[in-house]
């Protein structure tokens, strides 16, 4: 487990760290969507995932950890690297 549990505020940061970039985000009121959902039909189905994103996803690993100590596991940093090809 990547002891650095980052929040999704601190996997934007890394990101931006990664990519060099200075990476912006917003945190749009519900209501917006909710609002927004009768005319924009993809900004309404998102409506369905908004639970999800209402607070931080903390991934807890230690079963898995225990279970395969020899498994590596990928900090934050290295999979974000990877993934934006940095």
Known sequence: MDP???T???IT??????TGRRLRY????E???RIGGRFVGQLGEVQE???RYRGDNIFDTTKFTTR???FRVTSYREGIT???GA
Request: net charge negative; aromatic share 10%; proline share 11%.
């Open 68 to 70: 395969f100590p020899d």
């Open 82 to 84: 990877e993934i934006l």
């Open 49 to 51: 995932l908004l639970p």
């Open 8 to 10: 999704y505020a601190g």
């Open 13 to 18: 940061e890394v990101a931006g760290e990664v």
């Open 31 to 33: 209501a917006l969507f």
């Open 26 to 29: 917003t945190v749009l009121p």
């Open 4 to 6: 650095d549990r980052l």
